[in-house]
């Protein structure tokens, strides 16, 4: 048996075989997709790490940093916003709740030297100049730990049989 179509141009059974193994092959490599899943692309969420991003971005630009304050605050709001859009998704994981936890700190530590700041009359009182680069490294910690959650796919990746 050849496995090239005849003179008749008819397929042999060569060929049939081929092409039914090339089909099997195809679909076991694409699986079989509920695609009546949600895309797990988390847009509301991209759109909030966009916003939280840009704030960050401006944050403090060329500010004093005993007048970053409300500009940090205002992250919280974003950050808050971002973490009950974790919440409805079910993307909690450790690496986001250590970044959570090192943003909360890095906070607590600013309000306390932007206290000091303000009690020794400082506006760039070293400390507090510190505690506000801290606050904003934590805070892009924060994003990237949400950015891996968004592009994440979710457990079983949709391809549950249907």
Not at 40 to 63: F, K, Q, V
Not at 128 to 153: G, I, N, S
């Amino acid at each position: 048996m050849t496995a090239c179509p005849t003179s008749r141009g008819s397929a042999g059974p060569g060929r049939v075989r081929a092409v039914a193994c090339a089909a099997v092959l195809v679909a076991l490599a694409t699986g079989c997709r509920n695609d009546a899943a949600p895309a797990w692309g988390y847009p509301e969420l991209g759109a909030t790490l966009g916003s939280l991003s840009r704030a960050l971005d401006e944050s403090c630009a060329g500010e004093v940093p005993a007048s970053c304050s409300d500009d940090l605050d205002r992250l919280d709001a974003l950050a808050e916003r971002a973490f009950a859009e974790v919440l409805d998704h079910r993307l909690l994981d450790d690496a986001y709740l250590a970044a959570g936890t090192e943003v909360d700190r890095a906070r607590r530590l600013r309000l306390a030297a932007a206290a000091r700041a303000r009690s020794v009359r400082d506006p760039h009182h070293p400390p507090l100049v510190r505690a506000v680069a801290a606050e904003q490294l934590a805070y892009r910690h924060l994003l990237a730990a949400l950015e891996r959650l968004r592009t994440a796919p979710p457990p079983g990746d949709g391809t549950h049989p249907v």
